[in-house]
């Protein structure tokens, strides 16, 4: 919660779930299933948006729609480097958009 202190947007959030509130962390869908259960919300009225692979995987599990949203470069902080976009969404960012010119 400390980056969304930071970028001042901790307001904007109703609820908050970690993998500190759950059994099983993702790719298990818990946090999904927790999150929905909070909302008083249904898999079929509830959209997941994603930046992982792991987390993509868990909405799936957990029956939701999904739609990844990855920058066209990023750093995978599990390997430590940087892996270009190869899934369903990716934002163009001012460096991607002078690439391609």
């Known amino acids: 919660m ?9 307001n904007f959030f109703e ?3 970690t ?3 759950v059994e099983n962390v993702k790719p298990f869908p ?7 259960e909070l ?11 994603e ?3 792991t987390g993509v995987i868990a909405a799936q599990n957990a029956g939701l729609e999904v ?11 599990r390997i430590g480097k940087i892996v270009k976009s190869d899934l369903s969404f990716s934002i163009m ?5 002078e690439k391609e010119r």
């Open 67 to 77: 739609v990844q949203v990855i920058a066209e470069y990023r750093i995978d902080a």
């Open 93 to 97: 960012n001012e460096e991607s958009e």
């Open 15 to 17: 609820g908050i779930i």
């Open 19 to 21: 993998a500190d509130d």
């Open 51 to 53: 930046d992982s692979s």
């Open 39 to 49: 909302a008083n919300a249904s898999e079929k009225d509830t959209l997941a948006l």
């Open 2 to 10: 400390a980056i969304l202190e930071k970028m001042r947007i901790l």
């Open 30 to 36: 818990d946090v999904y299933e927790k999150a929905i």
